[in-house]
């Protein structure tokens, strides 16, 4: 009998906009993100009728499994897609190329590029 897998492979990385603080800086961002092969969960919450920008926003609220985000009284801040949309452009620019790229494209007739 066929078993599903587990594809989950998390990173941690830290992100460009604070790569100028030292390690061991409690200020220095970090997201976990799962840099497995894409799974049907991916495109859960994806509007087929949006743009890439928006796939790619949902798509990271998905895939970040952890980061040190916290609001102004330390509690750590929810990953979601209003979230992921505060983070800084290079932030996002950076997590977003190394979200897996599909194997197949969506039918034009399901696919908003604009």
Do not use: C
């Amino acid at each position: 009998m066929p078993q599903l897998q587990s594809t989950e492979k998390i990173t941690r990385f830290a992100l460009p906009s604070t790569a100028h603080l030292e390690d061991n800086n409690e200020d220095k961002a970090w997201v976990d993100l799962d840099v497995g092969p894409l799974t049907a969960n991916d495109v859960t919450y994806v509007d087929p009728s949006g743009t890439d920008v928006e796939a790619t926003f949902a798509m990271l609220a998905i895939r970040v499994k952890d980061w040190n985000y916290v609001d102004s009284q330390g509690n750590k801040l929810v990953i979601n897609v209003d979230n992921i949309r505060r983070l800084d452009m290079s932030d996002y620019a950076f997590l977003a190329e190394k979200i897996p790229k599909p194997t197949t494209e969506l039918p034009a007739d399901q696919k908003k590029t604009s």
